[in-house]
Each structure stands twice: as C-alpha cells, then as structure tokens.
C-alpha cells in the first residue's frame, strides 16, 4: 500500500498501482481545492469517481462528474478546480517515477 500524501491545498495523491509502462493514482479533492496548471510528457486519463471539477485543458473548460473522463494528451497544459469534493482516478502512461 503506498502512502497518501498532500500536493496542492486541500488535495491528496495516492499511488494505487504502478509499472514502468503505467500507473494508477486516486487524487482526492477538497471543493474549492485546486489542481494548479501543469504539463508533463505523461499522456493521462482521470476518470471522476465521486465529484464535480472544472477542467482546463489546452485553454478550454470542461466540466465533468461521476463516471465521467478525459484524455490528456502529452505535454499539454492543463489543471481543474473542485466544484463539490471528490476523488478522481487517474492513470499515465509511462509511470510517473516522481510520485514514487
């Protein structure tokens, strides 16, 4: 079991699998909690699975909420805001070695 451990305010990462070739990561969000801005040459998933947020992705907003997903290409610029508490699900491929 890997540990949970804060990022930004009122947000939470915990590694839930990994491999070199991918891995799964449960991001659990505080409303108002935000995800800041980032790119990395991961591509990534998130999946919602409890929750709203607002994503911006490449400078465009999508909202979205349980059962929902998006894909985040490589190095694209992108980050959320937490609309009612949550936990997204999300995986990249490859593995990210700093969350390790």
Known sequence: MYPVVPT???VTRQVLAQDPAL?????RFEEGAEGKLHSHPHVQSTFVQSGRFAFVLAGETHEIGPG???MIPSG???????????TLIDS?????DDFL
């Open 8 to 10: 930004d305010p009122g």
């Open 76 to 86: 694209i610029e992108h980050g959320c805001r937490c609309l009612e508490a949550g």
């Open 68 to 70: 929902e997903s998006l």
């Open 23 to 27: 891995m799964l990561v449960a991001f």
């Open 92 to 96: 990249f491929a490859p593995r990210r």
